[in-house]
């Protein structure tokens, strides 16, 4: 399959009236705290406008606004398509006005099927017995999910059982049915961030479809290359206030955006140095680990290496940290870490913990932190769990839970810096330093983490990358499962390239983001993702 083509020049449906969304004045205060202070922008017909700022910067709170989740303080101005909103936005007034929203987290019900969460809140009754039409539902179900290209997601499944890339196509799906072509815009707050690489060349195509028809896009993300790659222009947020409002992306670099966003240059990573082949210690042998989708996997992993797997979604490479750390159950296999053997088919997540292996999951708000607990609580609920060897469960005394979260929160320079914060109300990227810090804070033999830096800004990307390699150098073994290549010449020693289960290919000695992605692809004309419209917005 070659690659994406750049967008077609195509005749831009005009708004003669105007931006497709004007923001005006918009401000937002918490308590004593403003977040959001005067913001004004506009989103054109046609257009794919990117809004970047750091962890923090305000991006989520203005979807929140646009959506009705949050009031806004007096004096702000929304407009669509040139008809104003009431404030705080009434979410069916917003929808019939033309605003669909992908959120961060998607906003699906796990339990219910890929039917049911597309309509939610749509179901129309039979005209006579007033009951739910299911044929009527799967076929307008099915309707939408022809708009988004070709998929495979049987639209009875559970939404629980899906990838995350396939929740994130229903959430799409769920998003763009109510978009009549020509009007309103879509907002993408941070929706890519779980795509994997086929699926970001589907969300691009199908993009390009929605602007090509008039409708605007608005795309809140992280990733600077999509921006550079994919946007017409961008709006920067810093400390929540418009540093930058609508500057053509022509031309701009990623490091012009990081400039952008941060106000300053950011500082590179260092190279990371390979550990030294002299070193035969050995702290971590996988041996035939066979899942559904792994077979027959092997490793070795010595003290202070970080190891990475990866390959197209759906390689197999995904389930590594699940079916290692119990999570996911294994049909076969064994691990043998300093502590002595273990067995993967039945291994417990409780076990994997006592055997000194850390899980960091993809997916935080689901999977890995409780988000009405504080800072404190979620990092130190794996130790105040801890259960003695006779069964009985030990209790972290307060002081050394304060203490504990004291020393995380400085080592991982958490925002803001207070124990007693709900997660809730923090930013996706001090979400995930909290997230880092309380499987950290365990003192694993094995660490493993899937997707680290997904949706983190620079800043909060170096710190999490300096904080992986850190745990290395303290002799920790480190396993990384990740689509993203850039993280993964940052941080891995070795690459391991899964395809159809099992590793095809490895990357050692010194390799680039570049080289990565041409072994999954195999096929070095993949490397770019889309080439960037040259078609200027009217
Ligand atoms: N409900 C709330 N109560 C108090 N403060 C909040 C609330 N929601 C957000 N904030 C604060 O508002 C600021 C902006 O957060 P927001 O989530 O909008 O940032 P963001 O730019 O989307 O970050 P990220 O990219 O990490 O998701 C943060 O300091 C956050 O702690």
């Given at each position: 399959?070659?690659?994406?083509?750049?967008?077609?020049?195509?005749?831009?449906?005009?708004?003669?009236?105007?931006?497709?969304?004007?923001?005006?004045g918009v401000?937002?205060?918490?308590?004593?705290?403003?977040?959001?202070?005067?913001?004004?922008?506009?989103?054109?017909?046609?257009?794919?406008h990117?809004?970047?700022?750091?962890?923090?910067?305000?991006?989520?709170?203005?979807?929140?606004?646009?959506?009705?989740?949050?009031?806004?303080?007096?004096?702000?101005?929304i407009?669509?398509?040139?008809?104003?909103?009431?404030?705080?936005v009434?979410?069916?007034?917003?929808?019939?006005?033309g605003?669909?929203?992908?959120?961060?987290?998607?906003?699906?019900?796990?339990?219910?099927?890929?039917?049911?969460?597309?309509?939610?809140?749509?179901?129309?009754?039979?005209?006579?017995?007033?009951?739910?039409?299911?044929?009527?539902e799967?076929?307008?179900?099915?309707?939408?999910?022809?708009?988004?290209?070709?998929?495979?997601?049987?639209l009875?499944?559970?939404?629980?059982?899906?990838?995350?890339?396939?929740?994130?196509?229903?959430?799409?799906?769920?998003?763009?049915?109510?978009?009549?072509?020509?009007?309103?815009?879509?907002?993408f707050?941070?929706?890519?961030?779980?795509?994997?690489?086929?699926?970001?060349?589907?969300?691009?195509?199908?993009?390009?479809?929605?602007?090509?028809?008039?409708?605007?896009?608005?795309?809140?993300?992280?990733?600077?290359?999509?921006?550079?790659?994919?946007?017409?222009?961008?709006?920067?947020?810093?400390?929540?206030?418009?540093v930058?409002?609508?500057?053509?992306?022509?031309?701009?670099?990623?490091?012009?955006?990081?400039?952008?966003?941060?106000?300053?240059?950011?500082?590179?990573?260092?190279?990371?140095?390979?550990?030294?082949a002299?070193?035969?210690?050995?702290?971590?042998?996988?041996?035939?680990?066979?899942?559904?989708?792994?077979?027959?996997?092997?490793?070795?992993?010595?003290p202070?290496?970080?190891?990475?797997?990866?390959?197209?979604?759906?390689?197999?490479?995904?389930?590594?940290?699940?079916?290692?750390?119990?999570?996911?159950?294994?049909?076969?296999?064994?691990?043998?870490?300093?502590?002595?053997p273990?067995?993967?088919?039945?291994?417990?997540?409780?076990?994997?913990i006592?055997s000194?292996?850390?899980?960091?999951p993809?997916?935080?708000?689901?999977?890995?932190?409780?988000?009405?607990?504080?800072?404190?609580?979620?990092?130190?609920?794996?130790?105040t769990?801890?259960?003695?060897?006779?069964?009985?469960?030990?209790?972290?005394?307060?002081?050394?839970?304060?203490?504990?979260?004291?020393?995380?929160?400085e080592?991982?320079?958490?925002?803001?810096?207070?124990?007693?914060a709900?997660?809730?109300?923090?930013s996706?990227?001090?979400?995930?330093?909290?997230?880092l810090?309380?499987?950290?804070?365990?003192?694993?033999?094995?660490?493993?983490?899937?997707?680290?830096?997904?949706?983190?800004?620079?800043?909060?990307r170096?710190?999490?990358?300096?904080a992986?390699?850190?745990a290395a150098?303290?002799?920790?073994?480190?396993?990384?499962?990740?689509?993203?290549?850039?993280?993964?010449?940052?941080?891995?020693?070795?690459?391991?390239?899964?395809?159809n289960g099992?590793?095809?290919?490895?990357?050692?000695?010194?390799?680039?983001?570049?080289?990565?992605?041409?072994?999954?692809?195999?096929?070095?004309?993949?490397?770019?993702?889309?080439?960037?419209?040259?078609?200027?917005?009217?």
């Amino acid at each position: 399959m070659s690659g994406l083509a750049g967008r077609a020049p195509t005749e831009r449906t005009g708004s003669p009236q105007g931006p497709r969304l004007a923001v005006e004045g918009v401000s937002m205060t918490f308590g004593s705290a403003t977040v959001l202070r005067d913001v004004a922008m506009d989103v054109r017909a046609g257009e794919i406008h990117a809004l970047i700022g750091q962890n923090g910067s305000g991006k989520s709170t203005l979807a929140k606004i646009l959506t009705g989740l949050y009031r806004p303080d007096a004096g702000s101005r929304i407009t669509v398509d040139g008809i104003g909103l009431r404030l705080p936005v009434r979410p069916d007034e917003s929808r019939a006005a033309g605003v669909a929203v992908v959120h961060q987290n998607l906003g699906l019900v796990p339990d219910a099927t890929v039917l049911e969460n597309t309509r939610l809140g749509r179901f129309k009754g039979s005209r006579f017995l007033r009951r739910i039409d299911w044929k009527a539902e799967a076929e307008a179900t099915r309707a939408v999910f022809q708009r988004l290209g070709p998929h495979r997601i049987p639209l009875d499944s559970k939404v629980s059982d899906l990838h995350e890339d396939e929740k994130a196509v229903v959430a799409i799906a769920r998003a763009v049915q109510d978009l009549e072509d020509g009007r309103g815009v879509i907002i993408f707050d941070e929706s890519t961030r779980a795509l994997g690489r086929e699926s970001l060349e589907r969300f691009y195509t199908l993009l390009d479809r929605i602007v090509a028809t008039g409708t605007a896009a608005l795309l809140i993300t992280h990733r600077l290359e999509e921006v550079v790659e994919a946007a017409d222009r961008v709006t920067v947020l810093r400390d929540g206030e418009i540093v930058v409002a609508g500057k053509d992306v022509e031309g701009m670099t990623k490091s012009d955006l990081a400039h952008l966003m941060l106000g300053r240059e950011v500082e590179g990573l260092e190279h990371r140095t390979a550990v030294g082949a002299a070193n035969d210690d050995v702290s971590v042998v996988v041996d035939g680990l066979t899942g559904p989708t792994v077979r027959e996997f092997s490793l070795r992993i010595r003290p202070g290496e970080v190891v990475g797997v990866t390959g197209l979604s759906g390689a197999g490479h995904e389930d590594v940290p699940y079916l290692i750390s119990g999570v996911s159950e294994a049909d076969g296999g064994t691990m043998t870490l300093p502590t002595g053997p273990v067995a993967l088919k039945g291994l417990s997540p409780a076990s994997a913990i006592r055997s000194g292996i850390a899980l960091v999951p993809e997916g935080r708000e689901s999977a890995g932190l409780v988000g009405a607990m504080t800072v404190t609580e979620n990092i130190s609920f794996p130790q105040t769990c801890t259960a003695t060897a006779s069964g009985r469960v030990r209790p972290l005394r307060s002081g050394a839970e304060k203490q504990l979260a004291a020393d995380w929160i400085e080592r991982l320079d958490v925002r803001p810096p207070w124990p007693h914060a709900v997660l809730d109300n923090m930013s996706g990227g001090n979400q995930q330093k909290v997230l880092l810090a309380k499987w950290l804070a365990t003192d694993p033999t094995l660490l493993v983490l899937h997707e680290p830096t997904q949706a983190v800004d620079v800043g909060a990307r170096k710190t999490i990358v300096e904080a992986v390699r850190g745990a290395a150098r303290e002799g920790r073994a480190v396993l990384v499962a990740s689509s993203d290549e850039n993280e993964l010449a940052l941080l891995c020693d070795r690459v391991l390239v899964f395809s159809n289960g099992a590793v095809g290919r490895e990357l050692t000695g010194e390799f680039t983001p570049h080289d990565i992605v041409e072994s999954i692809y195999t096929d070095s004309s993949r490397t770019k993702l889309r080439e960037r419209s040259t078609q200027g917005v009217s």
